[in-house]
C-alpha cells in the first residue's frame, strides 16, 4: 500500500512527520507545488493520497489508475476536485470539516476592527511620514449581519454577541445561531456584513451588483469565505466612492487580487489566511489522515 502526500507545505510536513506521523505509517511526503503533470508522475504508484494545494480533474484521475481514495485538506472540495470524474474512477473522496472555525472567524473580527478603525491605513500614512487623524466606528452596539451560519458563521456571531453587536444573519437552513432575516434586508440594515458560505452554483456571485448597492453608507464588508461570492468588480466601484469600507480575505483570481483593490485605503487585504494558524493545521491534518485511513480500510 503506497500513500503519498505530495503537495505538503513546510509547516504541514513538519506536522505529517512528527506526532501525527502514526496516523498513517508510511506515508511519503514531499514539499512541492506540483503542476498537474508532476502531481501525476510523483502519484503514480499511489494507492491513497493526501493533498492540499493542488487541482485533480478527470484527466489526472484517469492516469492514476490505481489510486483508491484521496483525502484533501480542506472543507469545500469540490473546488479542488472533479467529484463526479472521482465516482465515476471509484476514487473515495474526503474532506476535513470545522479545522479552521475559530481561526477563521478571529480573523475575519481582526478584518472587521480593521476597517472599523481604519488601521491598515493609518499604519501605510505612519509609514509614509503622515499622520492620519481620522476617527472610526465601534464594534459594540453595532449590528453584525452574519451571511452564513454554519461552523465559521456561528463562531463569528458567538464572538459578536460577546463583544456587544447585535447580531442578525442569513443562512439557507433554519439556523438558531441569530436573528434570521431575508438576505437583502441584513444587507441593508447592518452596519457590519460578513460572508461565511460555500461556493456553489446557487451562491456564486451572491452579492451582485444589486446586493451591494444595498450596503448602507458607512457599512463594512467582510469576506473570509470565497472571492466568488461577491461581484469584485461591482464591488471595486462601491469602495472607489469611499461611502463603504471592506476587509477581504479571498479574491476573485488569486494569487494576485484586482490591482484596483491595492489602490483604496479603505480596504484590509490579507492572503487567503483567515484559516492559518498553527492550532489549526494540525487539527487540518491530523482530520486528513485520520479520513483517508478510513477511506483506504473500506475500500479494500
Known sequence: MTLRFPDATEAVARLAAG??????????????????????????????????????????????PRLKALAFLSTGVASWVDL??????????????????????????????????????????????????????????????????????RALAALGRALGCYVVGWNRTPSDAATILPLDECLATADIVSLHLALTPETISL??????????????????????????????????TGDIAAGLDVFACEPLPDPRLLELENVTLTPHIAWNTAAARRRLLEGGLLALREAIAAAR
Open 84 to 153: 463526479a470524474a472521482a465516482a465515476a474512477a471509484g476514487v473515495a473522496v474526503r474532506g476535513v470539516r470545522g479545522y479552521g472555525d475559530q481561526s477563521v472567524a478571529e480573523h475575519a473580527l481582526a478584518l472587521i476592527l480593521s476597517a472599523l478603525r481604519g488601521v491598515t491605513a493609518a499604519d501605510r500614512a505612519m509609514r509614509e511620514g503622515r499622520w492620519l487623524d481620522r476617527g472610526g466606528g465601534e464594534l459594540a452596539g453595532s449590528r453584525l449581519a452574519v451571511i452564513g451560519l454554519g461552523g465559521t458563521g
Open 19 to 64: 506526532p501525527l506521523a502514526a496516523i498513517l505509517p508510511g506515508l511519503q511526503t514531499d514539499v512541492a507545488a506540483p503542476d498537474p503533470a508532476a502531481l501525476i508522475e510523483r502519484a503514480q504508484d499511489a494507492d491513497g493520497l493526501v493533498l492540499m494545494r493542488t487541482r485533480v480533474d478527470a484527466t489526472t484521475l484517469a492516469a492514476l
Open 207 to 240: 452579492i451582485d451588483r444589486r446586493r451591494i448597492a444595498l450596503l448602507r453608507p458607512g457599512a463594512v464588508l467582510v469576506n473570509t469565505a470565497r472571492g466568488g461570492l461577491i461581484d469584485e468588480s461591482a464591488l471595486i466601484e462601491r469602495l472607489q
